[in-house]
């Protein structure tokens, strides 16, 4: 025992980590226990001569274990936390890494682990550059994940360190963007996935639940399902198309989580596949001649198809999907064939109808891909082709209806409705369209509602998008259906999807008075029907609702006490009245989201030091010493310069007024 522990171990009888501190800042001669001690440091522009010295006492640590000693320094790394230049200096210094070691110090004294949790959590949380958020993510992600099994059963301490964790992947999911180059490959070891992986395996390897006995993994998400809680329910129905879906063509998946943090519909993945829109005309100058002499109409066969995309099917049981070889007479179908289509369009001037024509080519070859292929690549390489040539379409084409479709199809998104709208305007839309639109939409508005609702917390405003989406999602599947008679493929699922929708949202007490009229019956005999017609039109919403229905019983019976525990949950009527009475607006993602999110976070945050209150900032309501004054009107503080531009774009442009020009 040195001298330092000795005194602490004394300390340790009479206070807690402010004692340890003071211990520590006496050894060191430093002062940084008060708002008095802070506000000297800052005005005195001694805070790297304060860092220095404790970090050096923080690495002589290194290997020991008194947790009252690396208490102590976390503590006064708490302190200086509520200074902006000392959290530069630390950040600098290697202090904050400090802190994540910490982090897994093994110990049993769960009071050290909090306090290095609750430090943690203030650095990792807070709002900076990318290049700091980044550095941050690296250093800690490994650290958080190797402590995070030992805290299952305390609820807390858990579902901070999931949110730290997920707060993590989702920076360094933005590095490739941000840093215009993939990680480097020591900082990916850093990260030590495979460990993360083992810790998140059952939710990340759907085989490995779907391996499980008697459908245990399915039943246990039917059982979610069955919760009176609408977000649980959601989250039930995510599982489920989880393990459904294949991992071949995972950005395009149903309901795709990752939808979570895009505002904005997909991008197409820049460079990694380029638009074939050559717009080559010369190869349908040429007549097409079969090897029996005969010869083949590229150019009437071609405009045929364009109708049918336009105009739809004769009879209203059919599917919207064009069977090809029905509309197109020729006695082989390939690539070269539908190429030279393509060209005697372009050939003849019909640049538009040529674009149609390759648009409605692509989604036929995706709907073949699923049926044939299991090699992700090039179902990959049409899905990225088909995004691209709609937005494409969009652009070159903004006064026809089509391509709104087509990227609504593609594309999913929050983009939609506009689409939607912007379509029906068009002078050029048809029935068919109309009801194309309807029909697409209802799915995108689908996904975006079961995303928030499943996986953003509820209650906030990101979940209250949720409610939006799928609020918009029901009236939508109302007007679709109200546009379509005769029962085609479209239709019947349409009415799965409606049964879903309605269920999701309403819960397991109440289906049998779902408003559209639908039962579940119904829904059971759509299932079937498209079965029969070997309909693969979201075909994983299909498979999830086939599995839910008559896994039910079976649920109930094997989770019941999983059941019977959500049942107990306040949450759950709390939930549905939020969804009842919600008739706002989305919330708006402006350039003042980062100070909105902070402030939700420093609100909970301990706000004093030693006792006495700290200042907050205007902005993000962080508590800290040495505010800074806004320059021209003096009135608002700013604990960093980041804030005070986020505050002066979110508003404060106008109101700020200097003292001289008012009076
Ligand atoms: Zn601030
Ligand atoms: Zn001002």
Redesign the pocket.
């Known amino acids: 025992m040195n001298a330092v522990e000795r005194v602490c171990a004394v300390a340790a009888r009479t206070g807690g980590w402010d004692a340890f501190s003071e211990v520590i800042c006496r050894h060191l001669k430093i002062a940084v226990s008060t708002q008095k001690d802070l506000k000297r440091i800052v005005k005195q522009k001694t805070s790297a001569d304060v860092v220095q010295k404790l970090a050096i006492f923080a690495r002589k640590q290194r290997g020991r274990r008194d947790t009252c000693v690396l208490g102590g320094i976390v503590n006064i790394i708490q302190n200086l936390e509520k200074d902006e230049t000392s959290i530069q200096e630390m950040y600098k210094q290697g202090l904050l890494d400090f802190v994540f070691q910490c982090l897994t110090v093994p110990i049993d004294v769960s009071n050290f682990r909090k306090l290095a949790i609750v430090v943690s959590q203030d650095i990792i949380m807070e709002w900076r550059d990318s290049d700091t958020w980044h550095n941050i993510s690296f250093k800690s992600t490994a650290n958080i994940a190797s402590i995070i099994a030992e805290h299952v059963r305390d609820k807390t301490v858990f579902g901070a360190l999931l949110i730290l964790l997920e707060n993590n992947l989702t920076k360094l999911c933005t590095y490739r963007m941000l840093q215009k180059h993939t990680i480097p490959a020591a900082s990916l070891q850093s990260l030590q996935l495979p460990r993360l992986a083992a810790t998140l395996v059952a939710y990340y390897q759907s085989s490995a639940l779907n391996d499980l006995p008697f459908d245990t993994g399915k039943s246990l998400f039917v059982a979610l399902m069955l919760s009176p809680s609408i977000s649980i329910r959601f989250r039930g129905l995510i599982g489920l198309l989880n393990l459904i879906h294949s991992d071949s063509t995972w950005d395009f998946r149903f309901c795709n989580p990752q939808r979570k943090y895009l505002n904005l519909a997909f991008p197409p993945p820049e460079n990694s596949c380029s638009l074939d829109m050559s717009r080559d005309a010369s190869a349908g100058l040429a007549p097409m001649i079969f090897p029996d002499g005969s010869t083949f109409d590229s150019y009437g066969w071609a405009m045929k198809f364009v109708e049918y995309e336009h105009q739809g099917p004769k009879n209203n049981d059919e599917s919207f999907e064009p069977p090809l070889t029905r509309i197109i007479g020729a006695p082989v179908l390939n690539m070269f064939i539908l190429k030279h289509m393509e060209s005697t369009l372009r050939a003849k001037g019909k640049h538009y109808e040529a674009d149609v024509f390759n648009f409605g080519i692509q989604m036929l070859l995706i709907r073949t891909l699923k049926m044939t292929e299991n090699e992700s690549q090039p179902l990959f390489d049409v899905h990225i082709t088909a995004r691209l040539s709609a937005l494409d379409g969009i652009k070159r084409w903004p006064e026809r209806s089509y391509f709104y479709y087509a990227a609504i199809k593609t594309l999913g998104g929050p983009e939609c409705s506009e689409w939607a709208t912007k379509g029906i305007k068009c002078t050029d839309t048809t029935p068919h369209l109309r009801r194309r639109i309807s029909y697409e939409l209802s799915f995108a508005l689908f996904e975006m509602g079961v995303v928030f609702l499943a996986l953003q917390v509820p209650e906030t405003m990101w979940w209250k998008d949720g409610v939006k989406y799928m609020k918009m999602c029901q009236a939508s599947i109302q007007e679709a259906l109200g546009l379509m008679t005769g029962g085609s493929a479209e239709q019947t699922m349409l009415v799965v999807l409606s049964f879903i929708a309605e269920y999701l949202v309403r819960g397991p007490n109440s289906e049998s008075q779902l408003p559209s009229g639908l039962s579940e019956k119904e829904a059971l005999v759509s299932l079937s029907i498209l079965k029969v017609r070997e309909c693969k039109e979201n075909s994983e919403l299909q498979e999830a609702v086939s599995t839910f229905l008559p896994l039910r019983s079976e649920a109930s019976k094997k989770w019941s006490s999983l059941i019977s525990a959500m049942q107990k949950m306040p949450l759950a009527a709390k939930e549905a009245q939020t969804f009842n009475d919600f008739t706002g607006d989305f919330w708006k993602y402006d350039d003042n989201m980062p100070a909105t999110v902070m402030r939700m976070y420093f609100e909970k945050t301990k706000n004093t030091i030693n006792g006495s209150t700290l200042p907050q900032c205007s902005t993000c309501h962080k508590p800290t010493v040495g505010l800074k004054k806004?320059g021209?009107?003096g009135?608002?503080k700013y604990c960093s310069e980041i804030c005070q531009f986020f505050d002066w774009k979110a508003g404060?442009k106008a109101k700020?007024i200097s003292p001289e020009i008012s009076t």
Request: with cysteine; proline share 0%.
């Open positions: 806004c021209r009107c009135q608002t404060h700020c």
